[in-house]
């Protein structure tokens, strides 16, 4: 499995680059501040970088969010029977995978399309497409992500039948907190 | 095989009428949160699989996937969501909750259940540097329950305070849930934090005052603790000038015109970045922490809106958003009584569901019926996020209550929905307030305009 | 037999002009033509696809079959559309409309292989309004104006101002109100839509800065299949009798929102001296290179302005 946690710590690290790049996209905005109020100069085209910035700091999120299965499912009908939650939770899991499957693949033909069209920012004309296909590829890494995930899913179906008390190996490395906490930020 | 073409497929429609694959459409949606599906993921499948029944346009359902995930990574208006939660982690990671729960201590510490009111101080404080209730009401127990418990609090008592006061996050600005009403009914999200001001206030008094009849009634619930000094008051307080500054700094520039919505949300988080990292709370592990949490909670967020507009497309072409506000309109009765129908069903919803998607995805239904009446959108945020507040902390699902009962195992849940009642009382009044005083929401947005 | 059905979408508000008269006009028009072989649903408000950047895609990929769509959004998707954003060329949303739905008909625009006109409306001019004061070009000089694309950037440049970029429109009021920016080109018909006259209160109305173009185009290959009676009803009523009504409800909308700030008193309509018109002038000469130029035998700036006098004439 060292193919996977190879994938997850990608994950991991795509998320934390992501979001660095918002911290110091907050400073610069900070210095942007202090120079329009202070010197009256504010810096050209810094809107057009920071939109680029902004997009690539979203998307990067996305598969970590999945390593960590944070999405919000609401767990009512599982609580009747041990293998009934089993078996929705791998098929919550399954049309995630193909929501993932879909906005991946989706994001690629719109990457190819902004690079044909030559589309840029609005200002000081930077190409968009690297961006669109940076984006592309961290919503393909989700799908490993995911698809670990189904996997997961669909042991804890079989080992589940095994070891009533539920407590099984696929469960531990799949790093699915069963009685999860609800993330912050639901509301 | 030929390519599919737009016009085509419409002669070969679904025998249902509209309006029928619609309320299908929704009745799968709610079963496929009900088993499991995470919310955003089952709007977007179930919106598209819909979109396919009415128009057989396969094609284009497969784009929406791309379109709708390019308009939200793209919009700035929604980005803000990423700043907040993160100023939120930091500020937890710096320890900020506790620093102005001290403050509100000293000061109040003295009455019966002091520690009671100084933990909805505290939320209230925390909720004007944080934006979700979650966050404020998890990092509000860690550092309250405690203290209530050495005092003996009554465990209702002390987990119904936390569960209700965690809603102030999101109800005083800056608030995540404001943030996406604003993007959705496109509204200006200033004047949603603007409004929120008087209701978030008047709430905080309320469930002050709700701590205090409650103990009136049952003293043996709580205690009273030592009164300190006015120079020990001072003192502390003066301790916390951090998070006192950094919330004059970011919301002040906000609301003075200083600075946008999205510059605001930066400087705060460099701020409480640069807070944390000076008191030497924040080390790598916890900075990476608080970055991948963070993670998470944005790409659900982001995905609840993309399943939410994906959703949306299926939902128009059903007709039955016009539909019903078409027939809300003919009905011979007062807009407030509709008002009140539409307030009780979404309270009704949020006693099962999540409450945030349950706003997301009725928002196509309700905003044509408020706006039709008459009504200010702005002033119908407000409400709308009282009344998500309520689906937070009543039975059977509330999420706030879930929270707390995810850090204390051992207290049973009937003592926590026990706790929350008299803040419930509270939360209604100051509901039924904004509603019959709209002024309340819409006088401080009108007076900046 | 049932009638074809198109959704014809629109990201902006029920409210407006376009979306309250003209797109229901056009509706009405064809639909009565077409002996109920046509039926259009109109979709106001961004119900079917809320953001206006994306209103192209949605009618490339066959969400929507028209759809309301601001070309400068896609920088480089329709180069030709951009000269309409030069300066004193055009006085009102009609001429400019006219004059670029006749150079579409001649086959001069680019990005529409796959593209049917329906119409086309070039929303203008834009005028200078700022919250500093103004009464010369001086003022002009180093103030942050927001501009809504790489021509209107390179025409604040010129003249002495700092363009600001990637801000939508309704964005623009709350960043003038907080000095992120100090103003705007924009045209006068928007001034209340945007609340950018809360924001902004001089206003240079002597000099039109450019035309903006909002059009409305559908799939080829849709348009095609029409039905021949619905094609031929369709036919009667796209291109220069809708782009008329829109322009027409456009130029009226410009024309209520001058009286308004003209009777207001917050409100300061600045004129230009003839000596600062002829320096912006000056300054824009080197704008229209771009297009004034041979380029397979066709001077698209000189076929523009005969297009328009021709228009003119035809009034
Ligand atoms: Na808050
Ligand atoms: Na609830």
Known sequence: MTLLANIRRLAQFAATIGLAALVVLSIMTMVDIAGRELFGTPVTGFSDISDLIIVIAAAACFPASLATNQHVSVRFAGMAHWRLGAVLDFLGHVIMLAVFVLIAWQLWVYAIDVYTSGQTTWLIYIPVWPVWVLTTALFVLCIPVQLSLVVAAARDIRFSAQNPVGMNDAAATSVRPENKEEPDGTD | MPRRHPCAP?????????????????????????????????MAAVGAAGYVMLTGNLSGMVSLFGTETVNMLTNQDFAVVMFFLLMGGFAGAAGISADIYRVANTWIGHYRGGLSMATILGCAGFGAIAGSSIATAATMAKIALPEMEKRNYALSLCTGTLAAGGTLGSLIPPSIIMVIYAVQVEQFVIDLFLAAIIPGLLSVALFVLAIRVQLLISPHLAGAGERIAWRGRMRETGRAWAPIGIIVVVMGGIYSGFFTVNEGAAVGLVLTLIFAVARKSLTRATFTETLFGSAGSIAMLYMIVIGANIFGYFLTLSHMPSEVATWVQGLDIPPLAIVFIIIAMYVLLGCVFDALAGMVLTLPFVVPIISGLGYDLVWWGIVNVMVIEIGMITPPVGINVFVIKGLRQDIPLGTIFRGITPFLIANVVALLLVVLFPQLATWLPDLLR | ESPV?????????????????????????????SEGTLKIEHYPGGTLGASPTTQLKLVEDGVVDIAEVVASYTPGRFPELEMFELPFV??????????????????????????????????????????????????ISGQKLRAGGPVQGAVVQAMGGVPVGGMPATQIAENISRNVVDGTLMDIGNMFNFRIADAAGYHVINAPLGNVAVMFPMRKDTYESLPPKAKAAFDKYRGMWFSNVLSENLDKQNDESAARLEADAEHNMVEFSDEDIDTLKGAFAGLKDRWDADKDGVNLYQEMLSARDAVRADK
């Open chain 2, 10 to 42: 419409r002669t070969r429609r679904s025998p249902m009428a509209p309006i029928e694959v619609g309320l299908v459409g929704l009745a799968c949606l709610i079963a496929a949160i009900l088993l499991h599906v995470p919310v955003g993921i089952a």
């Open chain 3, 5 to 33: 059905v198109l959704k014809f979408a629109s990201a902006f508000p029920p409210g407006t002009k376009t979306n309250s008269i003209s797109i229901p006009a056009f509706i009405k028009a064809v639909e009565e033509a």
């Open chain 3, 90 to 139: 055009f006085e009102n949303t009609r001429e400019a409309s006219l004059t670029a739905y006749a150079l579409y008909e001649k086959g001069f625009f680019t990005g529409f292989d796959k593209l049917e006109l329906v119409g086309i409306a070039e929303v203008g001019p834009y005028y200078l309004h700022s919250k500093k004061e103004l009464a010369t070009v001086d003022d």
